[in-house]
């Protein structure tokens, strides 16, 4: 093998592995603290420590597809095919719940205390990371089935199903 190409047989054992009670759709979100955030079809927010030990589980009580994200305060926040979206402490008990009307399965993105999250309803909803309260929504063509994404200066941009590429 060459000078700086990869060589497989050169990793060591795997670590760990925990098993979900269904398939996992998503990238896992890591936090400063070395836990890992995972969801599940199995309708679960899985916090796994470093060390590969369940730290605890909750039930959302619908598939997660998104990834999650992780707030300031170390809040996970993540959407569910049921139209929800949650954000759960660090503790794993939900904080607030809010109902978009859609499902929502890919990752919010956060910027300033501000959760933003699209959803198949054809929204982009703003809510309050701390309450969870909506700021604002804009409708947009059709189902969102991506993340947003947000620049420097806070404007958020959103693929939907529609073809279009919105910056709100």
């Known amino acids: 093998m060459g000078r ?12 760990w592995s925990i098993p979900t009670e269904g398939p996992i759709e998503s990238s896992p979100a890591l936090a400063g603290d070395g836990t890992t955030y995972v969801g599940s ?18 039930d959302l009580g619908a598939p997660v597809n998104g990834s999650p994200a992780i707030a300031d305060d170390g809040s996970i926040l993540v959407g569910t095919d049921d139209g929800k979206i949650r954000s759960v402490d ?3 008990v939900v904080k607030w719940t809010y109902f978009t009307g ?7 993105a956060m910027r300033d205390g501000v959760v933003y999250a ?4 054809g929204s982009l909803y703003a809510l309050s990371v701390e309450t969870g309260t909506k700021l604002w929504s804009h409708a947009t063509g ?9 620049d420097t200066a806070g404007v958020v941009y959103v693929t939907c199903e529609d073809g279009c590429l919105y910056a709100i």
């Not at 990869?6 to 054992?13: C, E, K, L, M, R």
């Not at 859609?102 to 919010?108: E, I």
């Not at 699209?118 to 309803?121: K, L, P, T, V, W």
């Not at 059709?142 to 947000?150: L, V």
């Open 41 to 58: 079809n199995d309708g679960k927010l899985y916090a796994i420590t470093q060390n590969g030990a369940m730290r605890w589980s909750t």
């Open 118 to 121: 699209g959803s198949s309803d």
């Open 142 to 150: 059709g189902a969102i089935w991506s993340s947003p994404a947000i």
């Open 102 to 108: 859609g499902a929502v399965v890919a990752s919010p």
């Open 4 to 15: 700086g190409l990869f060589n497989a047989t050169q990793i060591s054992d795997l670590a």
């Open 90 to 92: 660090k503790s794993g």
